[in-house]
């Protein structure tokens, strides 16, 4: 059963931000890096793909370690499946004909809507969308390209 209330901040955050309010317990750390990929994957192109998308995004953001690898997989089996659901309900649409001349709606619908909540769910756990970003931020600086170096000392 899920806890109510926000979900702690990593201490290291606090520490960051400067709203750490003293010694309460450790928390485990991991090496960042990319975990291996679960075998069970390796049967789903799709999901294959996402890894190998993802991994290099978390990578590149510093938020993937070694650790990982199971909550990565299953927002990537998530993925697969979702878009699943999407292509039975561009094909099939919104509502299905039963045999006696009914209409009902497609069983799809319900399954993609599930899967894109759980999905949306997992991305904010990584940082993946703009609002969970905000919550990973840092006071740190944010590196300056040479164009823009180049006009600040010379505007």
Known sequence: ??????RPKPTALKILEGTDRGPRKVEP????????MP??????????????E??????????LTSGDGEALATLC????????????????????HTDLGGVK???AGPLYR???SQKASLLSEF???????TKLATKAEVQKDELEEFFTAHG
């Open 29 to 36: 750390s991991l090496p960042p890096g990319i975990p291996p």
């Open 127 to 133: 940082g993946l969308t703009p609002s969970s970003r």
């Open 114 to 116: 599930s899967l894109v």
């Open 105 to 107: 709606p497609n069983p």
């Open 77 to 96: 089996e998530v993925h697969s499946a979702e878009q699943s659901c999407l292509l039975q309900l561009r094909s099939g649409g919104a509502v299905m």
């Open 39 to 52: 075998k069970r994957l390796e049967v789903d192109q799709v999901a294959v793909e996402k890894w190998h």
């Open 1 to 6: 059963m899920a806890k109510a209330g926000r």
């Open 54 to 63: 993802l991994a290099g995004i978390l990578t590149r953001m510093g938020v």
